[in-house]
């Protein structure tokens, strides 16, 4: 097989960009713990508001014994419940998401809080939002004839004033 | 002249490829302009999600599957120089494609499939949206099969010489199109067609997510592979020169046929329903599938450079003004090179394991595959119409001053169109809306961007239009003309023990095998031992 030298050159550095691309990928995700979310975990939707987890009760902003802050959230058509969150700056938050009905995405704009919700399985994130301000917290998979119409609000605070205004009130 | 059966079988599917592309066309034009919000009276998600729906199914499986086929009949016709084999078989995929295209595409006008061209569960559409998409694909393993046997046919009769690398390409496009349409042929008849005949309750949308994903990208390089074929085998000729090499050509395709198949995950990567390692282990495949891309860039670039300078082209980049800049094959490879580069980095961000999470499912996304498929693939989709129509037709092309304006006039409209999108996707807009309704500051900040939109997409329907008109005047209008040759390029390197292994099919069918075990295998089989819950029909 003829291969010119020249070709030769350019394959070896392709090979090599590609090679630091990925290994700039590996080494985030392995010392920088940086993974999307991809938690397993199913749940039947049908069943959402008899849940331990997802009852209308028991959604919103929690601090858990430990301190971490935890957001539970129903997606369905059109929002995500409740509403309207407050959340603090700067802060690690955990997001869990179930779907009542069909698949939904969910984005918080200029953040990286984006996953799909997918009936049936549970969808988590981990993230922090530097910048305070009001965010509409919207659908990014289309899910009906309303699904424009599909968002609802996240307004971050910095974490003074969070903790004096809502501190462990969502 | 190639004989009639093949131009009769090559004419008919192109045909009906490019009056879909014309009509999504239109729709396209509509949409950009409905969801710009400028225009209220337009406003209506029915009408809008309707329109998305019947493009993005029009643009991806009808122009791109007829397409394919009829290029590919020309293709094995004038690269092996002998009939059509079994043309009775091919004429019965034809029909039954085109069957299952008019079956689709009724519920799909009326409103009645509005399920967008990824048509993921649980919002349910029309059966006979699926059982139409399911035909156009099995009229499509017809061609698969007349391409296959007419290769090993070939290659039994002429056993110390390599298949011709144009046919070498569109039989590994043939086998790809097999593995790859397994995946979805899996969803559509186990799962979408009983569930919407109400023979079942429920549905799995995690399995049906996965199936999807398998088939999702390597389609891509279903599309693209005829792409590629033009790339090294009409416009190295077509610029006055020679291929600088066929066996990295052939390497490339079986590197995109390799990779491309283990690494549908990458449209998963925010899935709650596939774990990190398996998306990792596909985003590295994503990043390996790179690699035949590049190279291809180098060969086809190095290719021009021989031919502009075999036109006189002096110095470093002189060469490049002494290209044929007015022949459409070039001056398409050209403008699919740049849109191929602009989009090749948006790929390897979309590919970013970690980073995609900025990008997923926003405008960007839109963006992105628009300048890769309907740029860099469809202008090659043109190219190849006005070098094919000729000789389909014995007729000159119509006009010769007008295929370059129409294909100036298609990138222009394509950046103008992509280029914004991609900017909105970073300013958080999200694909798939149809107004903008969020109360937010944000959204200011995209308002300029869609008048661009608009004129890109005016640019782009004008540049359709005139397509249309050429092929057809071409068609009705045109002076005969004498036989033209195929005008396959030459390497100036003859082949020097091209290795076996490359035409082994089996080999590589076994290998695709295996690599499709390992990536898809468990994640597919862990739907079988999760406790998993069905979701019931909903509308839209």
Known sequence: ?170 | MIDAQTRRLTLWHLSVAFCAFLIACILGFYQVVERSGIFPALQSAKVYFASVSTHGVLMAYVLTTFFIMGFGYYTAATSLKRPIWHPTLAWAGFGLSLLGTVLAAIPLLLGRASVLYTFYPPIQASPWFYIGAALLVVGSWAWCAVMLVMALVWKRENANRPLPLAMYATTLNALLWLWTSVGVALEVVLQLIPWSLGWTQTIDPGLARTLFAWTLHPIVYFWLIPAYIALYCFVPKAAGGFLFSDEIARLAFLGLVLFGLPIGFHHLYVDPEQAAGWKLLHGIGTFLVAIPTLVTGFTVLASLEIAGRLNGGKGLFGWIGTLPWGNPMVLSAILALLMLILGGFGGIINASYALNTMVHNTAWVSGHFHLIFAGTTVIMYFAIAYHLWPRLTGKALYSNHLAPVQLWLWFSGMVLLSTPWHVLGLLGQPRRISSVTYHSLLTLSWQPYELFMIMGGGLLLASAILFGYLLVKTLTHSALQADLDPAYAETPYPHKNLPAWLENFKLWNLIIGALMLLSFGIPIAQFFFLKTYGSTPWGY
């Not at chain 1, 010392?31 to 508001?49: F, K």
């Not at chain 1, 849940?51 to 059109?78: C, H, T, W």
């Not at chain 1, 609802?152 to 003074?160: E, N, P």
């Open chain 1, 1 to 170: 097989m003829h291969i010119d030298p020249l070709e030769k050159k350019w394959v070896y550095i392709a090979l090599a960009t590609i090679g630091f691309f990925l290994g700039v990928i590996a080494l985030t995700a392995w010392i920088g713990g940086i993974y999307p979310p991809s938690n397993v975990e199913t749940i039947n939707p049908a069943r959402l508001h008899l849940s331990e987890e997802f009852a209308e009760n028991k959604l919103g902003l929690k601090i858990q014994p430990d301190g971490s802050i935890k957001v539970v959230m129903v997606a369905g058509r059109y929002g995500f419940y409740p509403r309207r969150i407050v959340v603090p700056a700067d802060t690690p938050i955990t997001f869990r998401f179930a779907s009542l009905d069909v698949l939904h995405g969910v984005h918080l704009p200029m953040t990286n809080l984006n996953t799909m919700i997918v009936p049936g399985y549970i969808a988590q994130v981990t993230t922090k939002f530097p910048i305070p301000g009001d965010y509409p917290l919207l659908c990014n998979e289309y899910c009906g004839l309303g699904h424009d119409f599909m968002w609802s609000k996240v307004t971050v605070v910095d974490k003074q004033t969070w903790k004096h205004e809502f501190g462990g009130r969502p």
